[in-house]
């Protein structure tokens, strides 16, 4: 199974600053990796797919760049709605496997 | 507008069965792979289980292969798990989640989700 590491697993930031997350696979996964954001008590909302598209109705903030066994999920600047866990996801191949989340706490 | 519905959640012995239901509106199951994910309580999100558009191939988690069972009534659109042999490792909310496109799974819908709970 591929295994995905995000880091860190908790991020404290002010409103308006840029954040980053990682997300490392153990193996190449090329671009197939999707980044989703959950809130408490709801489903994750799908933020972006291949590595660096941008779903449709996702704030220009949000971007996703790297391949291979690298990515990473920025947040430009963080509003007030953005405080929330996210979760990197692989569909390389099966079993599709998440990383551990990281939750974006208020500082 | 794409919507999926989750039911059939509930408290449920060790050893026991379940049978989840996701009921689909705004598109056809037929035409689409169809997931399963699961949250323990607190915890991340684990895959478990999908069907692919005609429904002739299923894979599953090896957590929980040869225990549950991932189905569809085409007529109903609506998508199915048949959960038997609960553990307690299995209580989590489970979601139903569609794919944008075949092949690519990342999931573009999710529904609401149900709670599982095994204990006795």
């Known amino acids: 199974d591929i295994q995905m590491t995000q880091s860190p697993s908790t991020l404290s930031a002010f409103i308006g600053d840029r954040v980053t997350i990682t997300c490392r696979p153990s193996q190449s996964i090329n671009s197939w990796l999707a980044w989703y954001q959950q809130k408490p008590g709801k489903a994750p909302k799908l933020l972006i797919y291949k590595a660096s598209s941008l779903e449709s109705g996702v704030p220009s903030r949000f971007s996703g760049s790297g391949s291979g066994t690298k990515f990473t999920l920025t947040i430009s600047s963080l509003q007030p709605d953005d405080f929330a866990t996210y979760y990197c996801?692989?569909?390389?191949?099966?079993?599709?496997?998440f990383g551990g989340g990281t939750k974006v706490e208020i500082k | 507008e794409v919507q999926l519905v989750e039911s059939g959640g509930g408290l449920v012995q060790p050893g026991g069965s379940l049978r989840l239901s996701c009921e689909a509106s705004?598109?056809?199951?037929?035409?689409?792979?169809t997931h399963w994910v699961r949250q323990a309580p607190g915890k991340g999100l684990v895959w478990v289980s999908r069907?692919?558009?005609?429904?002739?191939?299923?894979t599953y988690a090896d957590s929980v292969k040869g225990r549950f069972t991932i189905s569809r009534d085409d007529a109903e659109n609506t998508l199915y798990l048949q959960m038997n042999n609960l553990r307690a490792e299995d209580t989590a909310v489970y979601y139903c989640a569609k794919v944008a496109e075949n092949y690519y799974s990342f999931f573009e819908s999710w529904g609401q989700g149900t709670l599982v709970t095994v204990s006795s």
């Open positions: 996801q692989q569909y390389e191949t099966y079993p599709i496997t």
């Open positions: 069907i692919n558009a005609d429904g002739s191939t299923t």
């Open positions: 705004g598109f056809a199951l037929s035409r689409y792979w």
